[in-house]
């Protein structure tokens, strides 16, 4: 890939010929009693030298009631050198509740911050810039008088990402506004207003240059005035990556005013919509690089008010969508919107529902326990309450549904058929039961223990019925590598009877039966 001489000269300036970075967009501010120090003087330097890893350490000062302090330190990674003018926020919060305190790095790579005795300190957070990724340190340190807590932050630089934002008709669009996300593309679409940590502008041609990007999944799109990202890329970069031809798209779009009515025509609220394009999950075009895509515009998440009114404010104009809209007393309504489309009514069906307690094996409530009912479209997830309690609702009775329950330290719970019929399902009494285990050994035929065996696990007497995509563990599905000593082990099980199957690395196997709760079993290859 060739490489741009403005990357190229300002990885020099970073990394390797000792001139500071570009400043930081970072302000410096204290709350609640913390103290910004000022930087240290130029030519001060920060004790000791480069680490290899980022490093929390707590040390103490020669005055015992001195104010504690939290040192901050930046180096590249590339070099060991120190880098100034970095922006962080430390997090940290006393009895009088959470507080932000932002600096940055001076001159020589490092600062100080004075908080107040007894402050706990949480986390650190060093934003990112145009040629470094960011970082983030936990700490979870109470702060006494006279301590100094000295943070090492190893910086990597950043992946850099530069094309072009483009219209429906290809034309350049200038000062369009790029927003980076730094998470894989499912997390970002799952949120309502997910935060860009890389941003900025295309220029007067529509071209631009944007970094900050740390190793790993990230998302980027564009927008500008009364248009939305219809192709945006994703996918996955390297420390360091420069991806070079992006094209992101932009199309005219408008506002679509929706209600979500019941069958009496009253208003739901609070109502969980989800719209995007039509199959945009199955469309994808591959992009400049290596292990980086196009995909269709983030989808919109937002949910009806009191009078079960809903905005999506940025659907484009040649599209088709779907509306996605659930409620835990309806069932699921799908939607469509056609290009052009500016208001969509939405009329619930009531659905039956699933209630009941689940309980520990000693009969107490079993609190905060995640249950599955699985069987319908998609698996529906509800948390136990601190009673025990959980209801499902918003279900189709004709679905064959399962709860499913796996909870460490208990084995699966699989409660089902649901045999709804034409009545909503409370007051079921599900209870835990320990988990029990299956242990052994893998031994070659002379008895020899056999390390690194592949061992799977499967139940062979599940209930008749399951439907399909359920969790491998709540089917008795597992696997291991035998040690050094040819041991296995698998834990939470379930009562039943189970097929035990070894293989070799030499590709000698072996089967056996056993029932859950046997241990010392050793299984002979041939």
């Given at each position: 890939?060739?490489?741009?001489?403005?990357?190229?000269?300002?990885?020099?300036?970073?990394?390797?010929?000792?001139?500071?970075?570009?400043?930081?967009?970072?302000?410096?501010?204290?709350?609640?009693?913390?103290?910004?120090?000022?930087?240290?003087?130029?030519?001060?330097?920060?004790?000791?030298?480069?680490?290899?890893?980022?490093?929390?350490?707590?040390?103490?000062?020669?005055?015992?009631?001195?104010?504690?302090?939290?040192?901050?330190?930046?180096?590249?990674?590339?070099?060991?050198?120190?880098?100034?003018?970095?922006?962080?926020?430390?997090?940290?919060?006393?009895?009088?509740?959470?507080?932000?305190?932002?600096?940055?790095?001076?001159?020589?790579?490092?600062?100080?911050?004075?908080?107040?005795?007894?402050?706990?300190?949480?986390?650190?957070?060093?934003?990112?810039?145009?040629?470094?990724?960011?970082?983030?340190?936990?700490?979870?340190?109470?702060?006494?008088?006279?301590?100094?807590?000295?943070?090492?932050?190893?910086?990597?630089?950043?992946?850099?990402?530069?094309?072009?934002?483009?219209?429906?008709?290809?034309?350049?669009?200038?000062?369009?506004?790029?927003?980076?996300?730094?998470?894989?593309?499912?997390?970002?679409?799952?949120?309502?207003?997910?935060?860009?940590?890389?941003?900025?502008?295309?220029?007067?041609?529509?071209?631009?240059?944007?970094?900050?990007?740390?190793?790993?999944?990230?998302?980027?799109?564009?927008?500008?005035?009364?248009?939305?990202?219809?192709?945006?890329?994703?996918?996955?970069?390297?420390?360091?990556?420069?991806?070079?031809?992006?094209?992101?798209?932009?199309?005219?779009?408008?506002?679509?005013?929706?209600?979500?009515?019941?069958?009496?025509?009253?208003?739901?609220?609070?109502?969980?919509?989800?719209?995007?394009?039509?199959?945009?999950?199955?469309?994808?075009?591959?992009?400049?690089?290596?292990?980086?895509?196009?995909?269709?515009?983030?989808?919109?998440?937002?949910?009806?008010?009191?009078?079960?009114?809903?905005?999506?404010?940025?659907?484009?104009?040649?599209?088709?969508?779907?509306?996605?809209?659930?409620?835990?007393?309806?069932?699921?309504?799908?939607?469509?919107?056609?290009?052009?489309?500016v208001d969509v009514l939405i009329q619930m069906e009531e659905g039956m529902r699933v209630s009941?307690?689940?309980?520990?094996?000693?009969?107490?409530?079993?609190?905060?326990?995640?249950?599955?009912?699985?069987?319908?479209?998609?698996?529906?997830?509800?948390?136990?309450?601190?009673?025990?309690?959980?209801?499902?609702?918003?279900?189709?009775?004709?679905?064959?549904?399962?709860?499913?329950?796996?909870?460490?330290?208990?084995?699966?719970?699989?409660?089902?058929?649901?045999?709804?019929?034409?009545?909503?399902?409370?007051?079921?009494?599900?209870?835990?039961?320990?988990?029990?285990?299956?242990?052994?050994?893998?031994?070659?035929?002379?008895?020899?223990?056999?390390?690194?065996?592949?061992?799977?696990?499967?139940?062979?007497?599940?209930?008749?019925?399951?439907?399909?995509?359920?969790?491998?563990?709540?089917?008795?599905?597992?696997?291991?590598?035998?040690?050094?000593?040819?041991?296995?082990?698998?834990?939470?099980?379930?009562?039943?009877?189970?097929?035990?199957?070894?293989?070799?690395?030499?590709?000698?196997?072996?089967?056996?039966?056993?029932?859950?709760?046997?241990?010392?079993?050793?299984?002979?290859?041939?």
């Open positions: 890939m060739r490489v741009p001489l403005l990357v190229l000269a300002l990885a020099a300036a970073l990394f390797g010929c000792g001139k500071e970075s570009p400043p930081a967009a970072a302000g410096a501010s204290g709350a609640d009693g913390a103290a910004v120090l000022p930087n240290p003087p130029a030519g001060a330097q920060a004790p000791g030298g480069a680490p290899e890893k980022t490093t929390v350490t707590v040390l103490r000062a020669d005055d015992p009631q001195q104010a504690p302090l939290v040192e901050v330190r930046a180096w590249a990674r590339q070099g060991g050198r120190p880098l100034p003018d970095l922006g962080y926020d430390v997090y940290w919060q006393t009895e009088e509740g959470p507080s932000k305190t932002s600096s940055a790095t001076g001159a020589e790579g490092w600062a100080r911050n004075a908080f107040p005795p007894f402050a706990q300190i949480h986390n650190l957070y060093l934003r990112p810039t145009a040629m470094t990724a960011p970082v983030a340190a936990t700490l979870g340190q109470f702060l006494e008088p006279g301590m100094i807590v000295r943070v090492d932050l190893v910086v990597p630089a950043a992946a850099v990402i530069m094309g072009v934002v483009l219209d429906e008709l290809g034309q350049p669009v200038p000062g369009a506004l790029l927003l980076g996300f730094h998470d894989a593309q499912p997390v970002i679409d799952a949120q309502e207003r997910p935060e860009a940590r890389s941003t900025g502008n295309a220029d007067e041609f529509g071209a631009f240059q944007l970094g900050g990007f740390p190793a790993g999944p990230f998302v980027l799109e564009a927008g500008l005035d009364a248009r939305s990202t219809i192709w945006r890329l994703t996918g996955v970069l390297t420390e360091g990556q420069v991806v070079q031809g992006v094209e992101i798209q932009l199309e005219p779009c408008h506002n679509v005013f929706g209600q979500v009515l019941d069958g009496a025509g009253q208003p739901v609220k609070n109502a969980s919509i989800v719209a995007g394009k039509v199959g945009r999950r199955q469309q994808s075009r591959p992009g400049p690089a290596d292990d980086v895509r196009y995909v269709p515009g983030r989808p919109l998440l937002v949910r009806s008010d009191e009078r079960g009114t809903f905005n999506l404010p940025s659907v484009p104009d040649n599209q088709a969508w779907s509306v996605v809209v659930e409620h835990a007393r309806f069932k699921k309504n799908v939607a469509r919107l056609e290009p052009g489309q009941g307690s689940l309980r520990l094996p000693d009969g107490q409530p079993a609190a905060r326990v995640v249950l599955t009912l699985a069987g319908g479209v998609e698996p529906v997830t509800d948390a136990a309450t601190k009673q025990g309690r959980f209801d499902f609702g918003g279900l189709d009775p004709a679905a064959n549904l399962w709860i499913v329950v796996l909870g460490d330290g208990f084995a699966p719970l699989l409660h089902g058929p649901l045999e709804l019929g034409a009545q909503s399902i409370d007051g079921l009494d599900l209870r835990l039961q320990a988990g029990q285990t299956i242990a052994g050994t893998v031994q070659s035929a002379d008895g020899a223990p056999v390390e690194g065996a592949r061992v799977s696990l499967q139940r062979l007497d599940l209930p008749a019925g399951l439907p399909e995509g359920m969790p491998p563990a709540a089917l008795g599905q597992a696997g291991s590598l035998t040690g050094s000593g040819g041991d296995f082990s698998f834990v939470g099980l379930a009562a039943g009877r189970y097929r035990i199957a070894a293989r070799a690395p030499d590709g000698r196997a072996q089967e056996i039966e056993s029932a859950a709760g046997a241990q010392g079993i050793v299984i002979k290859l041939p």
